[in-house]
């Protein structure tokens, strides 16, 4: 079983950056990919993006790519997600994912989330 722990979020004004992290802990655990999801107040919860630590490859949702970047720990037990020109619509309770028990398929495993308000 993989635990995973965010921290940052808060509050900051549009047009502003915030930085959440992610670190993963464990007995006897790996994980494939670790990636960040968001809830809105009222909406489902949606793909921010995600890193494969095989490949490396970074994938990103259409609506932060370009703002939003992931970066990965070479120990493949952590992640951060830069978060620039933030917008009100931005406002969610970010969390971290990964895939622990297989390299395809769904997320597995879930932090408990952190909040994230943009201001307008």
């Known amino acids: 079983q993989v635990q995973l722990v965010e921290s940052g979020g808060g509050l900051v004004q549009a047009g502003g950056s915030l930085r959440v992290s992610c670190a993963a802990s464990?007995?006897?655990?790996?994980?494939?990919?670790m990636g960040w999801f968001r809830q809105a107040p009222g909406k489902e919860r949606e793909f921010v993006g995600d890193i494969t630590w095989r490949t490396g490859e970074l994938t990103y949702a259409d609506s932060v790519k370009g703002r939003f970047f992931i970066s990965g720990d070479h120990t493949k037990t952590a992640v951060a997600l830069q978060m620039n020109n933030l917008k009100p619509e931005d406002t969610a309770v970010y969390y971290c994912?990964?895939?622990?028990?297989?390299?395809?398929?769904?997320?597995?495993?879930w932090g408990q989330g952190t909040q994230v308000t943009v201001s307008s």
């Open positions: 464990g007995s006897s655990f790996s994980t494939y990919a």
């Open positions: 994912a990964a895939r622990s028990q297989s390299p395809f398929g769904a997320f597995d495993s």
